[in-house]
């Protein structure tokens, strides 16, 4: 990866998109320190440290994992592309389930795809506005960290300072995005999860300095390793073998070369475990509305708690069905089989047509299930052993964390190496 940088940094252009990336993520994390008005920023770090710290972690700690710990001081950015994600996610079920949209985006072209862009857009704005009010109701009644003027004007603008802050982070994904390196709102969410790193090195320090260095070092060899199967899972592909026939024009005869179709065992990445976490927390968002001596706030919070049993089953059910929605958007076995018979390609020991798709859709369903349960496993393990030992509750998001942003440096490390080959490529000439 770091010689990919380097002779990435050699190529003037994509030296200015990296330039043009890091400046982007230099305002974001600029922006994650401006406060909000009418808030006591102290004493809500200080109410935020003692949520977790009973809660050890919670949905606190989860949503000031994806906001690069602007939640909990309060910034402009603590929303973060929570919105947008969930945004996302009811556009993209939209688009399937209602026809309209779905020939919009598949035979729109460029325009529909601007257009259900478009309605993503103002349907961020939408959730925002709910999710600063939810944020705003957990300062006020939950933490009491607000300013004490108590008038309709402080909640606007409380309010419309989270919502700008969201679409504001919106804006400098799509920038990165179309003229940086990357998957703009995914190196975004990549930048906050890095931007933690001084509070682990200082929890670690402070393993260290308690004599609990034997945690720490299987903490550190966990990680390790976690990174290594990511890595392994991330490139690891089934390949089906491809035969294509003979055929002679004019005097030459073409074809007769094996080949084979690659299936990636982890084809979607990190978003399912992005779009489930965001569904997941649904109730604990609800829960922020409420008071938090309320009955109610209270049961979500302990059924739908990040520790809870049901929110460990809902958490790996979500990223094993995100699994499959996003297999089933980006590979279709009918088309791949059509395009394998006009071309004379045809898998051994299957006839071209229908039963060539069907054997391509059994083995890429067997390739999803093993990347989601390999996901999900990543993902809650850290849960899981966190409610055996008060000592990890502080790492229950680790692997999520992990496999983000491996993921995301994997994806970004492609998209360098793919521009490389397009700018070195020497075609037929020589």
Known sequence: ?????????????????????????????????????????????????????SSGGG?????????????????????SIQPYINASIIMQLLTVGIPALERLQKEGGEAGRKKIASITRYATVGLGIIQGFAFYMMLKNQFG???????????????????????????????????GIGNGISIILFASIVSRAPDMISGARNMITTGKWWLLAIIVGAFLAIVALVVFINNAERRIPVQYAKRVVGRKMYGGQSTHLPLKVNMSGVMPIIFAQ????????????????SGFAKFLNTY?????????????????????????IQFNPVEISNNLKQNGGFVPGFRPGRPTSDFIRKVLNKVTLFGALF????????????????????????GTSILIVVGVALETTKQLESQMMMRHYKGFLE
Do not use: C
């Open 1 to 53: 990866m770091i010689q990919t940088l380097r002779n990435a940094w050699r190529i003037p252009e994509i030296r200015k998109k990296l330039l043009f990336t890091l400046f982007i993520l230099f305002v974001y994390r600029f922006g994650a320190a401006i406060p909000v008005p009418f808030l006591d920023t102290p004493a809500l770090a200080k109410a935020f440290d003692d949520a977790t710290a």
């Open 59 to 79: 949905i606190f700690g989860l949503f000031n994992m994806m906001s690069g710990n602007a939640f909990k001081h309060g910034t402009i950015f603590a929303l």
């Open 145 to 179: 960290v607000m300013m004490g003027y108590n008038s309709w004007l402080e909640a606007i603008v409380v309010i419309a300072t989270f919502t700008a802050g969201t679409a504001f982070i919106m804006w400098l994904g799509e920038q990165i995005t179309e003229f």
């Open 278 to 293: 965001a569904i997941a927390s649904f109730p604990a968002t609800i829960a922020m509305f409420l008071n938090s001596n």
């Open 304 to 328: 739908f708690g990040t520790s809870s049993v049901i929110y460990i089953v809902v958490y790996f059910g979500l990223i094993i069905a995100f699994a499959y929605f996003y297999q089933s």
């Open 375 to 398: 996901l999900g496993f990543i993902a809650i393990l850290p849960i899981i052993m966190s409610n055996f030992s008060s000592s990890l509750a502080g790492f229950a998001l680790g």
